[in-house]
């Protein structure tokens, strides 16, 4: 037949396989030694547990509510702050996006992402501890007191820490989706006769949704992992006893390393399950690009 | 909304615009007439777009006032002066099917769901987009967008749609297709329908009246006729299309009135025309269109000049050349001519205008 004449490389370039697919090799294999492989070893691993069984580990999560419990402190930590970050976001990146000097602004609002969150904690202890400046002013104008107002070693210092560090990340991200929207799109509706708030209901929020769901696992997913500012800042005996602290402590107090990645299992599954959860709703709305011509 | 379709005219008072220290619009005064369909001419940045942002209310006045008979707009919001605006790049919102775009500015006004149903109906049929009614803007083609996005404006029965080059984006064809559609939707209508563009062919074969703008002030106001035959400045003539000028002084030593007679020295080349306005002794400025210059014969008056390149445009050929003293001239030519033959280039002195005062 004819097409045995055509050679193998022109048949590998018309299915998009060329000499720049290589380029995919080194990430690839990085991927493979220290995600793909480290996963599946801890995978095979927690079905190992200690007392011989096969699901031992997961029976022993599922029964201790010491262990369980944490499923349910994490969320009510990752989900508020996530919710409370992207609607924070929203009408400062409108008002941003429409801004002279855009970058500045962002660049400030950026800042503590750089700065770590072990930083912030450190920065948070000191500044909402009982001889704090917050604590203190609150005192001096007889609004609260030391022992009234407690905001570190405890659930809103994590909260608290997980706001500021998480929140430059949601920004910019929804800014990047903000700024998608063509402005072009609000002037005719403005047109039309719609008001601010019809506009933002009919037009931003149906193009936004997709973007923000995104924003919104990404940000949950770093929420979720929460661990040096559960432990600083929080009760890590108590209320902000976060998955990530069980984890830790099973593999490096009890040396029960299969019980460690049996929990880290749990973690990533619930993960999954919102943020499959969340990204599924995104199909009930308009998916495709946000500008009003075809260009 | 009987009281908007029956308005009577709409006036623009003095109205400026400044961005910091640049004016963009200066002192713009306007009277517009029910049915009228006015285009507002001039290159990029002349303030035509800012003209037409301001009456629709996207941008605020810094000046002046808007006027619909004896009521002032330009104070109000732009969702409560109810105009149709068709945008350059459509801006059709993208999540809603063409039914729902159109039916947009009547949802927004609380119209019971019959009267919607009724009116979208009737705008699909006045931009014949019957069977795309269902689908997403991103499904449709260019010129399907665009009459999407005129139906959408039209839907509202507004007294002015306003259209910012709403034909640029489309090919030469459909430009012209859609031309002839708008000039019969502005019929049908019965409204005010201002339309911007940089286009002369389309301000030409589309308005009534014609506002040819430049550095944010007006020009000259007039039909099609009168910017084409008599452009009452040299800019807009050369928008008009005179693409030769020549700079040369007044011959006869004494003040020209408008529409008579004159000639004029064109670095010794003679030419005789027609005063534009009233020519002073001294410099004058000479515009002839590419279509009116024309080689002769030697003992004609002309200029001389070196052709470079010539075309062939359907019935004539249209070619450039170069005179000693470098000036380019634009010509056409009933046959064909070589590069760097000598030609003598040379015009009926009916369709030389002449200006006062050197060009730059």
């Not at chain 2, 732009?78 to 999540?95: C, I, K, S, T, W």
């Amino acid at each position: 037949m004819n097409q045995q004449s055509i050679p193998l490389r022109t048949r590998l370039a018309a299915h998009g396989i060329d000499g720049v697919t290589m380029l995919v090799i080194p990430a690839a294999l990085l991927l493979l030694a220290l995600f793909i492989y480290p996963f599946s070893y801890g995978f095979v691993l927690s079905f190992h547990p200690k007392d011989g069984s096969l699901f031992g580990n997961y029976e022993n999560f599922f029964s201790d509510p010491f262990l369980y419990k944490t499923i349910y402190t994490t969320l009510a930590l990752a989900v508020p702050v996530t919710l409370l970050n992207l609607i924070a976001a929203v009408p400062v990146a409108f008002r941003v996006r429409r801004m002279r000097h855009q970058r500045l602004i962002t660049t400030i609002l950026v800042l503590p992402i750089t700065l770590g969150t072990v930083l912030v904690a450190e920065g948070m202890l000191n500044y909402f501890g009982p001889q704090g400046w917050f604590i203190r002013t609150l005192t001096i104008l007889g609004i609260g007191s030391p022992s009234s107002v407690r905001l570190v070693h405890n659930y809103w210092g994590v909260f608290l820490s997980l706001v500021i560090t998480g929140f430059p990340f949601t920004f910019l991200l929804t800014l990047s989706y903000v700024s998608g929207i063509d402005v072009a799109l609000e002037n005719a509706a403005a047109t039309l006769g719609a008001r601010a708030a019809a506009r933002f209901r009919t037009i931003f929020l149906p193009l936004l949704a997709p973007g923000l769901a995104i924003t919104f696992c990404l940000s949950f997913v770093q929420a979720y992992s929460v661990f040096p500012s559960a432990v600083l800042l929080g009760a890590p005996a108590g209320p902000t006893r976060v998955i990530s602290i069980a984890a830790y402590q099973a593999a490096f107090e009890q040396y029960d390393y299969s019980l460690a990645s049996a929990i880290a299992m749990i973690m990533g599954a619930v993960q999954l399950i919102v943020v499959v959860g969340v990204l599924l709703s995104r199909n009930l709305f308009y998916r495709g690009p946000a500008a009003g011509a075809k260009g | 909304m009987d009281t908007q379709t029956t308005f009577q005219s709409l006036r623009l008072e003095k109205v400026g615009r400044t961005f910091g220290t640049m004016n963009a619009l200066q002192d713009l005064s306007l009277e517009i007439k029910r049915g009228e369909f006015i285009a507002l001419l001039g290159p990029s940045g002349c303030g035509k777009s800012t003209a037409l942002n301001c009456i629709a209310g996207l941008l605020t006045t810094t000046s002046g006032s808007i006027w619909l008979d004896d009521k002032r707009i330009d104070t109000l919001a732009v969702e409560d002066r109810g105009f149709g605006m068709v945008f350059q790049n459509y801006a059709l919102f993208p999540h809603m099917s063409v039914r729902s775009n159109i039916g947009f500015g009547l949802r927004m006004r609380g119209l019971p769901k019959a009267d919607i149903e009724k009116r979208v109906d009737e705008a699909i049929r006045t931009v014949r987009l019957e069977s795309q009614a269902h689908k997403l803007p991103g499904q449709l083609s260019g010129g399907q967008q665009q009459r999407v996005a005129i139906a959408r404006a039209i839907a509202i029965d507004p007294p002015l749609v306003l259209m910012d080059e709403p034909l640029s984006n489309l090919d030469a064809k459909l430009r012209l297709e859609m031309r002839r559609e708008i000039r019969r939707i502005h019929k049908d209508l019965g409204g005010v329908t201002i339309y911007v563009t940089h286009d002369q062919d389309e301000a030409l074969s589309l308005a009534d009246r014609i506002v040819v703008l430049r550095d944010g002030v007006i020009r000259q106001v007039g039909t099609p006729e009168d910017l084409y035959l008599r452009p009452a400045h040299i800019d807009v003539a050369e928008f008009m299309g005179f693409r030769n000028r020549f700079d040369g002084t007044l011959i006869g030593g004494k003040t020209v009135m408008p529409m008579n007679g004159a000639s004029a020295d064109f670095d010794g080349t003679i030419f005789e025309g027609v005063a534009v306005n009233t020519l002073a002794v001294g410099a004058v400025t000479a515009a002839i269109r590419p279509d009116d210059l024309v080689p002769v014969t030697a003992r004609a008056k002309g200029i001389d000049a070196l052709v470079e390149s010539i075309e062939y445009r359907g019935h004539d050929f249209f070619g450039t050349a170069r005179t000693e003293k470098n000036i380019e001239l634009f010509f056409r030519s009933d046959r064909t001519l070589s590069a760097g033959t000598k030609i003598r280039l040379g015009a009926d002195p009916a369709k030389v205008l002449f200006y006062n005062g050197a060009s730059v």
